[in-house]
Nanobody
Framework: QVQPVESGGGSVESGGSLTLRCVASGWHCVGWFRQGPGKEREGVALIRSDGITTYADSVKGRFTVSKDLDNDKNTLWLQMNSLKPEDNGMYYC?????????????????WGQGTQVTVSS
């Protein structure tokens, strides 16, 4: 496994959309986490290598995590719709290769550098 690389953050108005991209390899579980100002890091979406996904209640129905396979590289996406100011934060892609897949940050061994998402009201 190598360090994931995220991209795609930016600034949008409330109600807008953004798509985040993560390039990662050698993973069983990929988690998208975010950390807002003065807040703890929280898991918002997970995807397993078999395609099973889970979401935090705060983003269900608005965020979608998906994966593509391109030869030896894995590209993952986090589609974020109907964004709200409370979605503000640094978004991280994290991976690990163990069988469990849960939104617990300490489970994840490899972390990207993060990409900033800013939603204005």
């Amino acid at each position: 496994q190598v360090q994931p690389v995220e991209s795609g953050g930016g600034s949008v108005e409330s109600g807008g959309s953004l798509t985040l991209r993560c390039v990662a390899s050698g993973w069983h579980c990929v988690g998208w986490f975010r950390q807002g100002p003065g807040k703890e890091r929280e898991g918002v979406a997970l995807i397993r290598s078999d395609g099973i996904t889970t979401y935090a209640d705060s983003v269900k129905g608005r965020f979608t995590v998906s994966k593509d396979l391109d030869n030896d590289k894995n590209t993952l996406w986090l589609q974020m719709n109907s964004l709200k100011p409370e979605d503000n934060g640094m978004y991280y892609c994290a991976t690990h290769g163990v069988s469990t897949c849960r939104p617990v940050s300490t489970d994840f061994r490899y972390w990207g550098q993060g990409t900033q998402v800013t939603v204005s009201s």
